[in-house]
Nanobody, 124 residues
Framework: QVQLAESGGGSVQSGGSLRLSCAVSGNTYRSPCLGWFRQAPGKEREGVARISSVTSGTYYADSVKGRVTISQDSTKNTVYLEMNSLKPEDTAMYYC?????????????????WGQGTQVNVSS
């Protein structure tokens, strides 16, 4: 079992920045792929970024590439999502997830464990 707890969401104006955190605990060695997903009202959950806790390899969705950075602090068992130049279309509930392998494309179905989410609201 893996437990994930997100934090850091909030309300910002367009062009602002936020850093989301995901505290990871439990039996993580079987779930080395850590990802961030988001879901806006009425839309499907979509992948934002992911990182391998083994190789530190990263992947970003085209919609956020160049504006978002995913990173991990192994000493704190925490994964971060640094988001800059935020747009109103970035408004969504953001979820952290853990899965057994990092595959492409970034699909929610490849992840077994999920946090409760943290809300991000970007106003124009």
């Amino acid at each position: 079992q893996v437990q994930l707890a997100e934090s850091g969401g909030g309300s910002v104006q367009s062009g602002g920045s936020l850093r989301l955190s995901c505290a990871v605990s439990g039996n993580t060695y079987r779930s080395p792929c850590l990802g961030w997903f988001r879901q806006a009202p009425g839309k499907e959950r979509e992948g934002v970024a992911r990182i391998s806790s083994v190789t530190s390899g990263t992947y970003y969705a085209d919609s956020v590439k160049g504006r978002v950075t995913i990173s991990q602090d192994s000493t704190k068992n925490t994964v971060y999502l640094e988001m800059n130049s935020l747009k109103p279309e970035d408004t969504a509930m953001y979820y952290c997830a853990a899965g057994p392998s990092c595959r492409l494309p970034l699909r929610p179905t490849d992840f077994d464990y999920w946090g409760q989410g943290t809300q991000v609201n970007v106003s124009s």
